[in-house]
């Protein structure tokens, strides 16, 4: 069984389209995260949401809109793509509140390609 | 800055080579510290992290790292790699000071040769 999934796995999409991405955790964790690894393997937090409310919102565009309708699932809804959007796209889940004390559990990862 | 450095971004070495990647974080105060591995193609797992009490921590895989306050360091060691340990390497720190956000290193590339 798959502790973190996310769907779906590549993503090549043309500048200015929508698309979404989604993460599902079934370890009963209260926190999920998404993380943006650029080219040169920089991972980046942008969201954290504790119980479906947003605890960490970074400085993203808001083209990035996460959207957590039950605490297992957090996605992330991407308006007008741009190039500079193309990465790996990483969901994440930890029991805790504060998302640092206890240990975070990734997905597989989403490859976005912006062409 | 970067609050978390890995000064090595690649690292090629033989089998049967002792391996050891540098990480440094520059906060003050309570830190929790991780070290994470990325094989080719696969997510995130972690290898080893340190809370409190003894600083030399043991990890999966026979991974190791020692927390030196004093250093701000976190350093990973295994005296012997195979070439299944070939992967990037990413440090990660958590810190009251920065919010509590995982912050991680930029990771180093360690290619083993069979």
């Known amino acids: 069984d798959t502790a973190v999934s996310q769907t779906p796995k590549y993503l090549v999409t043309q500048m200015g389209n929508d698309k979404s991405i989604k993460c599902e955790q079934n370890l009963g964790h209260d926190t999920m995260y998404w993380y943006k690894q650029d080219s040169k393997k920089f991972l980046k937090i942008m969201f954290s949401?504790?119980?479906?409310?947003?605890?960490i919102n970074e400085t993203v565009p808001n083209r990035f809109s996460p959207k957590s309708p039950d605490k297992a699932h957090l996605n992330l809804h991407i308006n007008s793509l741009e190039l500079g959007d193309s990465a790996v796209y990483f969901c994440?889940?930890?029991?805790?509140?504060?998302?640092?004390?206890?240990?975070?559990?990734f997905g597989p990862g989403t490859r976005l390609l912006v062409l | 800055a970067q609050s978390v450095s890995q000064h090595n971004h690649h690292v090629i070495l033989s089998e049967a080579a002792s391996l050891e990647l540098g990480c440094n974080y520059s906060y003050g105060g309570t830190v929790n510290l991780f070290w994470y591995v990325q094989y080719p193609g696969q997510h995130l797992q972690l290898l080893l992290k340190?809370?409190?009490?003894?600083?030399l921590v043991k990890g999966i895989k026979g991974f190791e790292a020692e927390f030196i306050k004093s250093k701000f360091s976190f350093n990973l060691r295994k005296p012997s790699v195979q070439w299944s340990d070939t992967a990037e390497y990413f440090c990660?720190?958590?810190?009251?000071?920065?919010?509590?956000?995982?912050?991680f290193g930029g990771g180093t590339r360690v290619l083993v040769k069979p």
């Open positions: 990660a720190v958590n810190a009251k000071a920065a919010g509590n956000k995982l912050t």
């Open positions: 340190y809370f409190s009490g003894d600083p």
């Open positions: 949401y504790n119980n479906k409310e947003l605890i």
């Open positions: 994440a889940s930890s029991q805790d509140q504060l998302g640092g004390v206890e240990t975070q559990y």
